[in-house]
T-cell receptor
Framework: AQTVTQSQPEMSVQEAETVTLSCTYD???????LFWYKQPPSRQMILVIR??????QNATENRFSVNFQKAAKSFSLKISDSQLGDAAMYFC??????????FGKGTKLSVKP | KAGVTQTPRYLIKTRGQQVTLSCSPI?????VSWYQQTPGQGLQFLFE???????NKGNFPGRFSGRQFSNSRSEMNVSTLELGDSALYLC?????????????FGEGSWLTVV
């Protein structure tokens, strides 16, 4: 069975600084996708970024980028130029052959002004 | 275009009652899945429906059921409610392709069981 682990329950970053959220996963599948979702206090899950496992190039979406290390089964999220609106729970998720997402426990990110 | 819509947003039920939650997917999306979010267990997959058929199921008791209609709208039902069923129930939709779907979530339905 696939598992997703986020080892940082909470993180804090100063506004305008950079922060990296960690995620590791375990799978025996060769084809899969990885996602980062943001859940603000409104509790709606918002897709931040997705990565196809077959792509070596790391995905980037504006201030958000990932460091995907397939051999190490690591998928970290880097947020550059952090903004107050980035404060939220961040979930790493695995999407494989079953179609559903498997989530990590989440990392609560605080942004200090 | 409109996102995933869930109703009701908030509800309070008594132990032993049943509840039905509704979800309208993004237009053109044929897959609807449901997740339960609790502080203790995190986000857990309940089931997925595609073209009116349950395609995948998580590890939940039979009290949790769902269905999908021909317009892709979905409902989930929980019978004989227990206190532990108090949770945020998130509906999500996607195109339903075999692999690599981007899954979009609704705002959730908050269920409190008293």
């Amino acid at each position: 069975a696939q598992t997703v682990t986020q080892s940082q329950p909470e993180m804090s970053v100063q506004e305008a600084e950079t922060v990296t959220l960690s995620c590791t996963y375990d799978t025996s599948e060769s084809d899969y996708y990885l996602f980062w979702y943001k859940q603000p206090p409104s509790r709606q899950m918002i897709l931040v970024i997705r990565q196809e496992a077959y792509k070596q190039q790391n995905a980037t979406e504006n201030r958000f980028s990932v460091n995907f290390q397939k051999a190490a089964k690591s998928f970290s999220l880097k947020i550059s130029d952090s903004q107050l609106g980035d404060a939220a729970m961040y979930f790493c998720a695995y999407g494989g052959s079953q179609g559903n997402l498997i989530f990590g426990k989440g990392t609560k990110l605080s942004v200090k002004p | 275009k409109a996102g995933v819509t869930q109703t009701p947003r908030y509800l309070i039920k008594t132990r032993g009652q049943q509840v039905t939650l509704s979800c309208s997917p993004i237009s053109g999306h044929r897959s609807v899945s449901w997740y339960q979010q609790t502080p203790g267990q995190g986000l857990q997959f309940l089931f997925e429906y595609f073209s009116e058929t349950q395609r995948n199921k998580g590890n939940f008791p039979g009290r949790f059921s769902g269905r999908q209609f021909s317009n892709s709208r979905s409902e989930m039902n929980v019978s004989t409610l227990e206190l532990g069923d108090s949770a945020l129930y998130l509906c999500a939709s996607s195109r339903g392709e075999p692999l690599g779907n981007t899954i979009y979530f609704g705002e959730g339905s908050w269920l409190t069981v008293v």
